[in-house]
C-alpha cells in the first residue's frame, strides 16, 4: 500500500462545475499537507498549503483536512478551462521530505 | 519559475554511461531537492541538500549521487544509468522551515536506452 493514494482520473467536468478532489495516507506523522497544480511539460506550482486539520480557502480554491480519517481535499468552485491540470496531493511530517500523490488529471469543458 | 534553471532540459544516453543534471537557482534559498516524476507514482524525492556541501537521501536514493559545492548549484548525477533511471527530474528549492513553499524547475526528460 501506497503512503498516499490518490485516484489519477481523468476526471472531466463541464465549466462551472464544481471539482472535488481527495487524497487518503496512511502515515499519521503527516502534518503538513499542500496541493499543486501542474500544467502539461511544466512544473509543480504550490496551490494551497494547510497545517494540522482544518480548512483553507482561496479564492475558488478550498483546501480540506481531516486527520481523523486521514483524508485531504480540494474543492475547486466554479471550474474554468484554465484550471485544465494535473493536481498533486503532498503530504510531510517535517516538510523536507514530502511525500506525493500520482496526481489526478482534470479536464474543465467549456 | 521563481529563478531556477535546469540543465538540459532532454537527454538521450545508453545505459551504462554516467549522467549529471544540474540545478541552478538565483533565490538564495537554503534548501534543494530532486525529484523524479513517473506515472503512477508521482513526485519522489532522491536527495535534497540543506545546505553547501550538506545532503541527504531521500525515498529513491539508490543510483544516485548529488553535490553541492555552492548555494545556488545542485548537481545530480546518474553514475552508471539504467533504464529504469528514465523519467522526469524536478529540481525544487525552498527557502526552510516548516511550512515553506517549495518551487520547481522546468524539469529535464532523461531517456536511458
Known amino acids: 500500500q501506497k503512503e498516499v493514494e490518490q485516484d489519477p482520473g481523468p476526471l472531466s467536468v463541464p465549466e462551472g462545475a464544481i471539482v472535488s478532489l481527495n487524497c487518503t495516507y496512511s502515515?499519521?506523522?503527516?502534518?503538513?499537507f499542500m496541493w499543486y497544480r501542474q500544467y502539461s511539460r511544466k512544473g509543480p506550482e504550490l496551490l494551497m498549503y494547510?497545517?494540522?486539520?482544518g480548512n483553507k480557502e482561496d479564492g475558488r480554491f478550498t483546501a480540506q483536512v481531516d486527520k481523523s480519517s486521514k483524508y485531504i481535499s480540494l474543492f475547486i468552485r466554479d471550474s474554468q478551462p484554465s484550471d485544465s491540470a494535473t493536481y498533486l496531493c503532498a503530504m510531510s511530517a517535517n516538510n523536507n521530505d514530502m511525500r506525493f500523490g500520482a496526481g489526478t488529471r482534470l479536464t474543465v469543458k467549456p | 519559475d521563481a529563478g531556477i534553471t535546469q540543465s538540459p532540459r532532454h537527454k538521450v544516453t545508453e545505459t551504462g554511461t554516467p549522467v549529471t543534471l544540474r540545478c541552478h537557482q538565483t533565490?538564495?534559498?537554503?534548501?534543494m531537492y530532486w525529484y523524479r516524476q513517473d506515472p503512477g507514482h508521482g513526485l519522489r524525492l532522491i536527495h535534497y541538500?540543506?545546505?553547501?556541501?550538506?545532503?541527504d537521501k531521500g525515498e529513491v536514493s539508490d543510483g544516485y549521487s548529488v553535490s553541492r559545492s555552492k548555494t545556488e548549484d545542485f548537481l545530480l548525477t546518474l553514475e552508471s544509468a539504467t533504464s529504469s533511471q528514465t523519467s522526469v527530474y524536478f529540481c525544487?528549492?525552498?527557502?526552510?522551515?516548516?511550512?515553506?513553499?517549495?518551487?520547481f524547475g522546468q524539469g529535464t526528460r532523461l531517456t536511458v536506452v
Open positions: 533565490e538564495n534559498h537554503r534548501y
Open positions: 541538500s540543506y545546505g553547501v556541501k550538506d545532503t
Open positions: 525544487a528549492i525552498s527557502d526552510g522551515g516548516k511550512g515553506t513553499e517549495a518551487f
Open positions: 494547510t497545517y494540522s486539520s
Open positions: 502515515n499519521s506523522a503527516f502534518q503538513y
